[in-house]
């Protein structure tokens, strides 16, 4: 009954920006840590952000720092992911995931998680 649906991924040139969503059903989102990962081909998994239940931790992979923006909106059963300055190596498919607990912090590694979308494909031309 847990489902997580990710949409907002696309075609956008170098330089540009997109909204990733992550929308939760069969759950209260507000109790999760979420995760946002992506995957390019023939690459490792890679933990892009992570956002506490509380909004109150956030935590970006090195590549991605400055440039993206996690935000949840509990209301919504939602969580974004602001993708600005886009670059060809941004591109791949963009997962979310979430884990139980109002205690859990963030963290960027996969194997925490308990709970996944089933991706969103970001392409970035350049």
């Known amino acids: 009954q847990v489902q997580l649906v990710e949409s907002g991924g696309g075609l956008v040139q170098a330089g540009g920006s997109l909204r990733l969503s992550c929308v939760a059903s069969?759950?209260?989102?507000?109790?999760?840590?979420i995760g946002w990962f992506r995957q390019a081909p023939g690459k490792e998994r890679e933990g892009v952000s992570c956002?506490?239940?509380?909004?109150?931790?956030?935590q970006y992979a090195v590549s991605v720092k400055g440039r993206f923006t996690i935000a949840r909106d509990n209301a919504r059963n939602t969580v974004y992911l602001q993708m600005k300055h886009l670059q060809p190596e941004d591109t791949a498919v963009y997962y979310c995931?979430?884990?139980?607990?109002?205690?859990?912090?963030?963290?960027?590694?996969?194997?925490?998680?308990?709970?996944w979308g089933q991706g969103t494909q970001v392409t970035v031309s350049s």
């Open positions: 995931a979430s884990t139980y607990g109002s205690d859990r912090p963030c963290r960027l590694s996969g194997s925490y998680y308990a709970s």
């Open positions: 069969g759950f209260t989102l507000g109790y999760y840590t």
């Open positions: 956002i506490r239940e509380s909004g109150g931790q956030m």
